[in-house]
């Protein structure tokens, strides 16, 4: 029997236990790490979910601790289980746990897809941010157009009571409610709703597919980060950012998806560069020459765009895309200069609590406002820091 640790952040790691570990007699996972995504650690991944092996739950540590907890479980296997991190990245969390003497795992798609009894068409990217959602809400409704019931599975984003959370349906606003949705929760499901389009999502994606093949003619996966689709496709569409020309082939696993996409969507390219959108396309043909390739638009509206026009304004962006997602700016700042901000001001100086030691981990955020609300207690502090900023307008985007 091979002790395991899976290194996470409340996401693919859970998946992989789900699928390739939970009912193993031949494993122990002894614990998952969590970062990226606050105050995941110091819980438990819980026996309800845990399954026969797990009468206790899985212990959840921060990723700091990771050496600690190798020697402390004598543990032969460590499992890189999270997304949108470079190769590089990769590499050095492989050398740490190499040189505590572990091996250093990367599970596959083969090993961690669920087969649908529905055809299943997944939309991912090379990096978060890079228009996954809107892309997925095209497919969509093109689908609903044709006659087709469809339903969308959201990559978790399970921040709360994960019993709770195993399999989560949403089909109106009052069930973003219900289940005490965050912000950036609610950001990627309210579009669908508005669409007609119901939103499945939660830990087990296992029951989830179960549940929602009930209702579906056609299952789309809405990725999350840049990680690979929990189901096995029928089709695969990956969308990629010519505004971070080059990280197609330096981010893991978005390399994975440009890879094996039979369909890759290049986005927005009425703002991108024509020498960056050239390098996508010629990273395309290099690694995936038999990929269909479309190119997009990706066009910005914004409601009382007048307005903005010499006003000093605070821009707050989408969380996961300006903090690993290593964007500087994302479509509040493209809309505040498009519409004639006199001025884009600096929101270090209004931060408080968990939002300013966010500014603290990614410096090269000086610009703009991380819409960070994974807990009650961090939406209260980001509207603190909106109501403290020193602006005659906010640009949400």
Excluded at 201 to 229: C, H, K, P, T
Excluded at 350 to 361: L, N
């Amino acid at each position: 029997m091979r002790n395991v640790i899976i290194m996470g952040a409340a996401g693919r790691d859970f998946h992989n236990f789900n699928t390739y570990y939970r009912d193993n007699p031949a494993y122990r996972v002894k614990a998952f790490t969590a970062t990226q995504i606050p105050d995941i650690e110091g819980r438990k991944y819980p026996a309800a979910l845990a399954g026969r092996l797990y009468p206790q739950g899985i212990p959840i540590y921060a990723e700091e601790e990771l050496v600690s907890l190798i020697k402390k479980h004598k543990v032969k296997e460590v499992v890189f289980s999270y997304s949108d991190v470079s190769h590089e990245y990769v590499m050095h969390k492989a050398s740490i746990v190499l040189a505590a003497g572990a091996s250093y795992t990367l599970l596959g798609p083969e090993d961690t897809m669920i087969k649908s009894k529905v055809p299943v068409i997944s939309i991912c990217a090379v990096r978060t941010g890079s228009g996954k959602s809107q892309t997925t809400r095209k497919v969509g409704l093109i689908l609903k157009e044709k006659g087709r019931r469809v339903v969308a599975i959201r990559h978790p984003m399970p921040y709360g009571d994960l019993v709770k959370q195993k399999a989560q349906r949403f089909a109106t606003y009052a069930d973003l409610d219900k289940h005490e949705c965050t912000i950036e929760e609610r950001e990627e499901y309210e579009p669908h709703i508005d669409k007609g389009i119901i939103v499945y999502a939660g830990v087990d994606y296992g029951a989830i597919l179960r549940q929602a093949e009930r209702e579906a003619d056609v299952v789309l996966w809405d990725g999350g980060n840049n990680d690979f689709s929990f189901y096995k496709a029928d089709l695969e569409i990956v969308v990629a950012d010519p505004h971070r020309a080059g990280h197609e082939l330096l981010y893991h696993p978005g390399e994975t998806n440009i890879r094996r996409a039979q369909v890759v969507v290049v986005n927005k390219m009425d703002t991108a560069e024509k020498a960056k959108v050239k390098q996508v396309l010629d990273n395309i043909k290099k690694v995936n020459p038999s990929a269909t390739v479309i190119k997009a638009k990706s066009p910005i509206s914004i409601r009382g765009g007048k307005e903005i026009a010499g006003k000093r304004v605070l821009v707050i962006e989408d969380g996961p895309t300006v903090t690993h997602g290593g964007m500087a700016y994302g479509a509040g700042v493209v809309a505040a200069k498009k519409f004639g901000a006199a001025e884009i001001i600096d929101p270090r100086p209004y931060a408080v609590g968990s939002i300013r030691a966010t500014f603290e981990k990614y410096p090269h955020l000086d610009r703009v406002l991380p819409a960070m609300g994974y807990g009650r207690e961090q939406v209260e502090e980001l509207g603190a820091t909106i109501d403290r900023a020193d602006c005659d307008l906010v640009v949400s985007a």
